[in-house]
Each structure stands twice: as C-alpha cells, then as structure tokens.
C-alpha cells in the first residue's frame, strides 16, 4: 500500500490553507538563504538549512507552488561544505558531535527528496559527500553511544545544547538521542545509492538505538521517533521483520509514556516539560507507516487525534508551530510555551513535512482498491489495477461529518475499491452510506467500509459519520489521569481562557451549540474546538489558555 503521488492529489480544504500559512511564513526574511545558512560555530551544523530545504521540497510539492528561495539555496549550499564534504568542523578520528550528526539527517533527508523529485547529479553528489565524509565514519561507534544516565546531561533547554568534553567516543547532546536522528538521512540515501557499507552502519545504529532504555536515560521523543521513522524505512527496504517489531514497540512506549492529555509529547521521556511539534510530527507519520504495514486501524485513531489536536493547537497564526505545555501532566490545562510561543529554529520548518505528509497521507492506493483514512475536499487522480478514476471530495471534516465523493471521470475495465475509514469512536448505528440514493448497510466502527463496482462518472457516494460529544479518560501514564476530557471526533474540547478551572461530570448536561461547540450549564463558558489557535490573532494567542481536562 502506498500513498498517492504528491502530483496525483489537491486538496482544496483546511489542511491546504495551513500548509500555504506555513509555506507563506517559510519564504519570510529571516528564511531566505542568507539568513537561513549559520556560522561555522553554530552547535547543530546543518540542522537549519536541512529542515527549511525539506519543508519547501515537501510543500512545493503538495501544493503545487514553486519555492521562491530553493533554486539559490541549493546552489549556494556546496559552499557551505567543508573539504570532507559536510558542514561544521572536522573533528579527530574517532570523536563525533552528535548534533552535527542530528543536522545532518535532515540535509540528507532534503537532498533525498529534491533527487526523488527532480533526479539532479550535484545533488546526489552532495548527498554521497555526506554519507563518505560523515556517516561512515561512525562504523563501530554506535555501540559505544553514551546511554548511561550518568553520562547525560539533564539541564536542557528547548534549544539543545552539546556537551563541551567528550564522553568516550560522543560529545553528547541535551536532545538525548539525537545521534541517532541522521539515521533518518541514511536510510533515505540506502534507499538510493544501495551501497552495502551504508546498510551496516544502519544495522548497527538501529541495534544500539534498539539496545538503549530510553525511559532510564530519559530520550528526547523527538529524536525517538525520529529514529523509529528510520527503522519503519529501513523495513520497507529491506524487509527486517524485527525492524518492524522494534518500531511497534517504540511507537508503543510512546504511547503509553510520553503523550499528553490532547496526544502531543513529553519533550523528553519521564521530564513533561513542553511539548515539542517536531515530535508531534514524527508521531503522526510513525502512527500512519504502522498502519500502511500492519493494517491495523488503532494507529488511524491515534494519527487523527495527532493531526488535529496537537497539531491543529501547535499552530501559530502567522503559520509557525511553537511548543506547548504538556496538558494531563499535573495540570488540567493547555497553553502556549512562555518564551517559545514560536519555535522558528526547528517546528515552524518541520510543520511544513507534517502538513505536507498530511496531504499526502489522504489517499492510499493498493493494487485496485483506494483507501481515504480521513476526509477533506480534494480532487484526486487515482491509479488503480482496473484503470484510472478521478473523483471529487467534499467534506468539513473533522469539524463535520459528512462525507460526499464523485465519480468525475472513469477509465475502470472492471470493478475496483473505494475505502472509508469509520473512526473507532464513532457510533456505527447512527453512521450513513448511500450510493446513488441507495442506503447501504455494514458500516462498523474501527473498520474500513469498502465499496466494490466498476464506478463510472456520475457515481456518488455519500458517508454521514455522526460527531456525537463523548468523554474519555485521559492515558493513565498522565498526573490527571483521574480527570476525563471531551472529545466530537478527533478534536479535544476546551473551554478557553476560563474565569476558574470547572468540574464537569462526564454526564453534565450541555448544551449544543453547533460546529463542536457547547454551553457549559450555568455560566457563560463554552466547551469548544482546541484547533483553532492559528485563527487567533497573535496576541490573542500568545495569550491563550484552554482547560481541557476536568474532574466530576
């Protein structure tokens, strides 16, 4: 199962006005080439010009808008190498920086996606140098990865700092784990250059990042999730089953420890002091891949939650991602991050691949069967075993819950699939599907509702998933986990800017207001929507404040 190419697919609803607020607050002053390249002593060399070179490849494609700076970006990057073929200083044999490495990842990582896009031989020039220069350097070191709590630093700030002695081998990072970022890159260029001394140094970094307790050392999540999205690549590669146990299992430690009340993540394992959208993204797209190579429809209800409420809150108005409190971990509240409203040095670029991935991630194909895991409004091209389908999409989701697809134009020779996905949250008796007018039965929570005919233009369907409020307990990992929260879809309800934080029992009697919202009984305040905080205006949103969990 694969995604529909990025050139197959246009999406006309919310998810494109947000990737066109990030693409616009990308291609700003203080992101154009000469500001976005940093000085040789900057302590993550790479990191910067990576994200924002992938952000604009990313998004250049899944909206379909050239980049104005990425041409004279990519031409002045050379530059910017030393003689072993990478940026920063060349350290001795046998010492390695592991932000350097981190960095780097995401060099590679751009330079992946632009040859993937525009096959271009500087760029697979590039991308070699750094493989050579950097990364095969380290064979034989990642089993001696500093992994002990003893040898990390635990004072870190939201921007990572490197240690200034060596621990062994490693100078190591507050961003604990963060080594292990570049192999995200590497797996990417395995996956191009096929060269089998890049597939052991892989091997041996997935072993040690397999090998380490990262709830003891405390592991940035980021970094985590980041390395598990190498090993989910690494599996498709080469096909390692024990590539995909090992990513379950992290997503699954994730999960279970890390997250917040409204799904974003404790920037680092065990220490829930912000929340981190790099990491929200990372557990986006690891929640998918599970999906697309497990089949497992679980990991859809997590990646919805994902998308809309932690990532739908990290958004800024002027289309940057900050970080924020961890809401759930001792407290019943969300809000922005004092002092890191806007994380432009990496969130606002990783925001452009997590809104691009979520363009992309709207459409699956496999074989002569289309599956939609979430709804929007988009055209899309599909190509199928049977032939080629174009339909039209239209819907208001998550907000809303009425799905319409039309058949556009068929080229079908025989019959084909069309996919639904009914949310594992949703009351299936009061779910509809109708085809031309007639109303069709089987719709089943968790599930996929599979249409089989040969579709011809003209065709409709139409999916009525019922967006009835309900209230949940939070994840027991969480301080307040004793508390519940309020849910209409995958969208968490807050009331915000409360006067007072208000108990409301799971069973308090609200009042519809429409669009998700609803009237708190006896006073003025209104459960609503958390996802809205790019709509805000900038002060107003510095400002903002919701109360999303609640005691009885």
């Not at 996606?113 to 020039?125: F, K, V």
């Not at 929570?445 to 967006?467: C, N, S």
């Not at 998700?516 to 006073?523: A, E, F, I, K, L």
């Amino acid at each position: 199962m694969q995604p529909l190419p990025f050139a197959d697919v246009r999406v006309t609803s919310g998810l494109r006005s947000r990737a066109l607020l990030n693409y616009d607050r990308l291609e700003l002053p203080n992101y154009e080439p000469q500001a976005a390249f940093q000085p040789i002593e900057y302590d993550w060399p790479g990191d910067t010009e990576g994200r924002v070179l992938m952000a604009w490849i990313l998004l250049a494609q899944a909206t379909h808008r050239e980049p104005r700076f990425l041409d004279a970006m990519l031409a002045e990057l050379p530059a910017h190498f030393n003689e072993l073929g990478y940026m920063g200083p060349i350290l001795p044999d046998g010492e390695y920086d592991e932000q350097q490495l981190s960095g780097h990842g995401w060099v590679l990582r751009a330079l992946c996606e632009y040859y993937l896009w525009r096959p271009n031989d500087q760029i697979r020039a590039m991308m070699e140098g750094i493989i050579r220069g950097l990364f095969l350097p380290v064979r034989g070191y990642y089993k001696l990865y500093p992994s002990r709590p003893e040898d990390r630093s635990y004072q870190g700030q939201v921007i990572g700092q490197a240690a200034r002695r060596l621990v062994g081998h490693w100078y190591p990072s507050t961003d604990i784990g963060s080594g292990f970022t570049i192999l995200d890159g590497a797996t990417q260029a395995y996956q191009i250059l096929r060269w089998p001394e890049l597939a052991e140094v892989i091997e041996e970094g997935i072993a040690a990042y397999g090998a380490i307790d990262k709830v003891k050392v405390s592991f940035q999540t980021h970094s985590t999730l980041s390395t598990c999205r190498a090993v989910l690549r690494y599996y498709t590669t080469v096909g390692r089953e024990q590539d995909l146990t090992l990513a379950r299992s992290i997503y699954q430690l994730y999960r279970t420890q890390a997250i917040t009340a409204n799904w974003a993540n404790y920037n680092w394992f065990g220490r829930p002091h912000w929340t981190e959208p790099c990491a929200v993204i990372d557990s986006f797209m690891v929640a998918m891949q599970l999906w697309q190579h497990t089949g497992e429809t679980p990991y859809l209800d997590d990646a919805q939650r994902i998308l809309y409420s932690a990532l739908g809150y990290g958004q800024r108005p002027n289309g940057g991602f900050g970080c924020d409190t961890c809401a759930g971990a001792g407290t019943l509240e969300l809000q922005p991050l004092k002092g890191s409203f806007e994380a432009t040095w990496c969130c606002t670029m990783r925001g452009g691949e997590g809104l691009a991935r979520a363009i992309e991630y709207s459409h699956w194909v496999d074989g002569n069967r289309l599956y939609l895991p979430y709804f929007g409004s988009a055209e899309a091209r599909v190509h199928l075993n049977a032939g080629e389908l174009t339909l039209h999409q239209t819907s208001g989701y998550p907000l809303e819950g009425l799905v319409e697809l039309e058949v556009t134009a068929s080229q079908l020779n025989q019959a084909a699939g069309i996919a639904l996905y009914i949310p594992g949250w949703i009351d299936a008796e009061q779910a509809a599907l109708n085809v031309n007018g007639e109303a069709l039965g089987g719709v089943h929570a968790g599930q996929f509702v599979v249409l089989e005919r040969q579709w011809r233009a003209g065709d409709r369907i139409e999916l009525v998933l019922p967006h009835i409020l309900r209230c949940e307990t939070p994840p027991p990992h969480l301080a307040s986990a004793s508390a519940h929260a309020f849910w209409q879809g995958p969208l968490m309800l807050g009331i915000r800017n409360p006067e007072h934080l208000y108990n409301l029992p799971c069973d308090a009697a609200l009042t519809s207001l429409g669009e998700g919202r609803y009237q708190v009984p006896g006073s003025s305040a209104v459960l609503a929507p958390i996802d809205d905080l790019a709509t805000l205006e900038w002060e107003e949103a510095k400002c903002d404040k919701r109360q999303v969990l609640f005691n009885d």
